[in-house]
């Protein structure tokens, strides 16, 4: 069996802007930053290291953009609280953090 070199990414469809997504999570110690651009991608950086642009979907889904390629890669998701509907977690690479606070 032949192992695929890289995993497909996650969204599927169109890319749609996801302004309630923007903020600041934290997973312990981390810190990730979510930024929606007026005309751009929204970023992703995490405990400050510079900003990737990422490609959002309606279901909430991501991929991360290749700085170097602009290539999407394997992001993660955004979630919902289920009480208030008001997106409050980010998970990024098998980690999930809260939301701390928006823009």
């Known amino acids: 069996m032949r192992v695929p070199a890289a995993i ?3 969204g ?4 749609v802007a996801l302004p309630e997504c923007a903020g600041e999570y934290r997973n312990g110690s981390l810190r990730y930053r979510v930024e929606a651009a007026g005309d751009g ?8 290291d510079p900003p990737i642009p990422l490609r959002c ?4 889904s991501y ?5 170097d390629t602009g290539l999407p890669e394997p992001g993660g998701s955004f979630h ?4 208030t509907g008001r997106i409050d977690r980010v998970q ?5 953090a809260r939301r701390t606070g928006s823009d």
């Open 92 to 96: 990024v690479s098998g980690r999930t």
């Open 41 to 48: 991608p929204a970023t992703l950086s995490v405990d400050g």
């Open 80 to 83: 919902r609280d289920p009480a």
């Open 57 to 60: 979907y309606a279901d909430l």
């Open 63 to 67: 991929d991360l953009l290749a700085p």
């Open 8 to 10: 497909a990414p996650v």
């Open 12 to 15: 599927t469809g169109e890319a």
